[in-house]
């Protein structure tokens, strides 16, 4: 089983930066695809950026991408997004995802409890 932690989140401004972290355990991780879904109030969990277990093939969603980017360090068993040029749209709270390869992806088995990021404007 695998456990999931996200850290980094906070209030920030628009046109600012900031750099999410998702610390997990488990040696399994090293394996997982990961990645990372938000949820704004009244809204769907949508998906933000993904990353396979290499960490040579990135995802990301339309709306981010150019000013988003994930990444990933399997020595240290940790997910990072770095979020650049943020506005208000991309409020909401932040959850790590994990899991083991599917048709050219990955799983979504194991979750964080977010991190919240809030973006004024």
């Known amino acids: 089983q695998v456990q999931l932690v996200e850290s980094g989140g906070g209030l920030v401004q628009a046109g600012g930066s900031l750099r999410l972290s998702c610390a997990a355990s488990?040696?399994?991780?090293?394996?997982?695809?990961a990645g990372w879904f938000r949820q704004a109030p009244g809204r769907e969990r949508e998906f933000v950026a993904g990353i396979e277990w290499a960490g040579t093939s990135t995802r990301y969603a339309d709306s981010v991408n150019g000013r988003f980017t994930i990444s990933r360090d399997n020595a240290k068993n940790t997910v990072y997004l770095q979020m650049n040029s943020l506005n208000p749209e991309d409020t909401g709270v932040y959850y790590c995802a994990a899991g083991p390869p599917v048709n050219f992806w990955f799983r979504h088995d194991y979750w964080g409890q977010g991190t919240q990021v809030t973006v004024s404007s």
């Open positions: 488990g040696r399994t991780f090293s394996r997982y695809g």
